[in-house]
């Protein structure tokens, strides 16, 4: 059983960052399970109240990460609230070791009825415990949470989080075999509670990662909400101690091995570690290349944030040709989705790359002061091509259409900013067709004569003769903007 010990009891009142990474390590060394909600509400309780308006206060300089005085009353009175919630709406068939999915369902149910009728989802600080049992609002992945916090309050151990990269849902019985749907996904979709992650047409779409979602341990789920916690103060500051309590609790589950197969933990302690480097740690580099290692061993590289993750960072640091490359590579792996309606986020992100952060590097990389200009390097031509081909290939077979006239401008304007020398060395190999996986009909392949069929995409690499045999980068460019303008 999970719990409140005597040994996290004696660390209170807490008040600093050291106290709260030493009763989270408790919990997560201890050999019985850590207590998600007893965290959820600790973390919540701390994030509001230093980014909460009410408390602009200055601390103390002395203390430098000065927290909120954490008293033990506070914390076990929402504690035990969380506790009688669940326990008083829920009654338990002892006999049961695994949970049913009515048994799931009515944890849903009992957080779904008692939260705020209506309020903006989006807002910030909404994901913890504390916001549910002070504000009784939470976001789509705090119900989520709540619920698998409920079931361990009511000791089924086998419900556990699944996450993919923009939803959460549940996982339960022998094996975690079982699935369901627990809170809502995007904005003015019904919700479906209670279902079976689907089967049909959605398990292809990039909300559900190709069933490759993160199925959460104890000590994950620990990590996810450690994840998410939010230091923002508003859209451009952040509070220190927040954001310094996240990175040292991503620290602390990093060296006892539980972002391991956690891509996206690993890359919000990449994000953390960029903004402010600790003393004797790997580079934020490195912690970008992890989480890709981790998605390419344990989710079949169907995640596409691991590279945005490597690409932002890249291109930040005006490294353009790691980040073309770094999007070329996300563009790989959306290529094999199907768009569907609810895939906005990612759609948002790509729409992003194309037509703001690439078309930026182009403005910077013409304006001639950068010696030695990607322009000038058929790789560059190269990724750019694959980023663009992947986009076109998601489109494919897709019930709703990914391009139009917008995407058009910025794209040709990139593709024209190469030099017929420079293009003329990207050779564009195709692959053998396979079965099974996505088949498409590159963009190139409808208007030119050669057997340009691919599969995965197009490869390509660069060489110095030009080779006839394949469609010259003017006919790419007509099949790519014919294309984009008559879709
Ligand atoms: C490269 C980016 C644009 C930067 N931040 C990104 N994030 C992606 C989402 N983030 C996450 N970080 C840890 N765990 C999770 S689980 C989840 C889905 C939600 F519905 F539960 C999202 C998410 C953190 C921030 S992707």
Redesign the pocket.
């Known amino acids: 059983m999970a719990g409140f010990r005597a040994t996290d009891k004696a660390l209170f009142p807490i008040k600093n960052i050291k106290t709260v990474v030493q009763l989270f390590r408790n919990q997560l060394e201890h050999s019985q399970e850590p207590d998600l909600s007893l965290l959820s509400i600790v973390a919540g309780v701390i994030e509001n109240s230093l980014t909460s308006r009410s408390n602009l206060q200055i601390c103390e300089p002395v203390e430098h990460n000065c927290l909120p005085n954490l008293d033990l009353e506070t914390i076990t009175l929402m504690y035990s609230k969380f506790q009688t919630i669940i326990k008083n709406a829920v009654e338990v068939n002892k006999q049961r070791k695994y949970a049913t999915r009515e048994l799931v369902k009515k944890v849903s149910d009992v957080i779904w009825n008692s939260l705020t009728r209506s309020y903006y989802k989006d807002r910030a600080h909404l994901q913890s415990l504390y916001s549910y049992l002070s504000g009784s609002k939470l976001d ?2 705090g119900v ?1 949470f709540a619920v698998v916090a409920g079931c361990q309050v009511l000791g089924y151990n086998d419900v556990h989080l699944a ?6 849902w549940v996982v339960f019985g022998e094996n975690g075999s079982e699935t369901a749907e627990v809170t809502w ?1 995007g904005k003015g979709n019904e919700d479906k509670r209670g279902q079976e992650i689907g089967k049909g047409v959605s398990s292809r779409s990039w909300l559900y990662v190709n069933n490759k979602p ?1 199925v959460c341990t104890r000590h994950m789920e620990v990590a ?1 909400l450690v ?2 916690i939010n230091p923002s103060l508003n859209s451009n500051q952040d509070a220190y101690e927040v954001s310094e309590l996240q990175q040292e609790l991503l620290w602390l589950l990093y060296d006892l091995g539980h972002l391991k197969k ?1 891509p ?2 690993i ?2 302690l990449g ?1 953390l570690e960029e903004i402010s480097s600790r003393e004797g740690r790997v580079e934020c580099r490195v912690l970008f290349e992890e989480a890709i290692k981790s998605s390419r061993s344990y989710y079949n590289n169907q995640h596409v ?1 691991p590279y ?2 490597q690409g ?1 960072y890249f291109y930040r640091n005006k490294m353009y040709k790691e980040a073309f490359e770094s999007w070329a590579n996300a563009s790989d792996v959306i290529r094999l989705y199907n768009y569907s309606r609810d895939d906005e986020e990612i759609y948002k ?1 790509f729409l992003e790359i194309a037509n703001e952060l690439i078309p930026h590097i182009m403005k910077i990389e013409s304006s001639g002061f950068s010696a030695n200009t990607i322009l000038k390097k058929p790789e560059c031509f190269a990724h750019l091509l694959r980023f663009y081909d992947g986009i076109c290939q998601w489109e494919e077979g897709s019930a709703t259409p990914v391009l139009h006239i917008g995407w058009a401008k910025p794209l040709v304007n990139t593709i024209s900013k190469f030099d017929a020398d420079v293009r003329a060395q990207v050779n564009i190999l195709c692959d053998t067709v396979q079965d099974g996986a996505k088949k498409n009909a590159g963009i190139c392949n409808n208007n030119n004569n050669n057997n340009y069929e691919k599969e995965n995409g197009a490869q390509t690499e660069t060489k110095d003769e030009k080779d006839t045999n394949f469609p010259t980068i003017e006919a790419l460019t007509a099949a790519c903007s014919e294309k984009l303008l008559n879709p």
């Open positions: 789509c992945f989520a996450l993919s990269e923009d939803h959460a996904h993160v996810a994840s998410a956690y996206m933990a890359g919000n994000d944030y945005t993750y932002g992100e």
